[in-house]
Nanobody, 125 residues
């Protein structure tokens, strides 16, 4: 069994930075794909960035390319999302998701078996 726990959210002014963490309990290598999603108020949840744990291949939504960086540390069993140049439109609840299957669509919610509870990010102008 795998459990995910996000941390690192908070309030920041536009242009600032935050680093989110997603700690994995259980078998880290059961999480072949790990992805950050977010849900802004009044909007549907959307994919932000994903990473394959074995190859370190990454994938980003156009809206965050060049500003966000996803990474993972196998020794610490943790995935990270470094967010820079934050904008008010980045305000959302951020969730990490993981799936034991290496292949799959990055930003399709039902292709992820494990989910965290979320951490709130608020960016003020």
């Amino acid at each position: 069994q795998v459990q995910l726990m996000e941390s690192g959210g908070g309030s920041v002014q536009a242009g600032g930075s935050l680093r989110l963490s997603c700690a994995v309990s259980g078998n880290f290598y059961s999480t072949a794909r790990m992805t950050w999603f977010r849900r802004a108020p009044g909007k549907e949840r959307e994919g932000v960035a994903g990473i394959r744990t074995e190859s370190s291949g990454t994938y980003y939504a156009d809206s965050v390319k060049g500003r966000f960086t996803i990474s993972r540390d196998a020794a610490k069993k943790t995935m990270y999302l470094q967010m820079s140049s934050l904008k008010p439109e980045d305000t959302a609840m951020y969730y990490c998701a993981a799936d034991p299957r290496y292949a799959g669509s990055w930003f399709v919610e039902h292709e992820y078996y494990y989910w965290g509870q979320g951490t709130q990010v608020t960016v003020s102008s």
